[in-house]
């Protein structure tokens, strides 16, 4: 059973940075799909970015493209997002989740991950 556990977030200001780490532990998950989703108070949970673990393959959506960062560390196992340029819309508690069907078109939705974090409050303020 693969365990995550997310860390990092908190209180910024608007065009801030954080970085948030998800702690991965468990049986072999080389050929997991890793994402990162977040959900914002009355939306539904939305896709942010994902990473074929020990590949680096990326996907990422629309919304946080060329300001979010998702990275592996795949000798401390430890999923990373960069988050650059943070915009009050950005707000919402941060996932992150795996996926062990690995790598393929379904990646960026959230019914296909099997293990979830805890999840990690990331407030922008205007």
């Known amino acids: 059973q693969v365990q995550l556990v997310e860390s990092g977030g908190g209180l910024v200001q608007a065009g801030g940075s954080l970085r948030l780490s998800c702690t991965i532990s468990?049986?072999?998950?080389?050929?997991?799909?890793m994402g990162w989703f977040r959900q914002a108070p009355g939306k539904e949970r939305e896709f942010v970015a994902t990473?074929?673990?020990?590949?680096?393959?990326?996907i990422y959506s629309d919304s946080v493209k060329g300001r979010f960062t998702i990275s592996g560390d795949y000798v401390k196992n430890i999923l990373y997002l960069y988050m650059n340029s943070l915009k009050p819309d950005d707000t919402a508690v941060y996932y992150c989740?795996?996926?062990?069907?690995?790598?393929?078109?379904?990646?960026?939705?959230?019914?296909?991950?099997?293990?979830w974090g805890q999840g990690t409050q990331v407030t922008v303020s205007s």
């Open positions: 989740a795996a996926d062990d069907a690995g790598w393929g078109p379904w990646v960026h939705r959230d019914s296909k991950y099997d293990y």
């Open positions: 468990g049986p072999s998950f080389a050929n997991y799909a």
């Open positions: 990473l074929k673990w020990s590949r680096s393959d990326t």
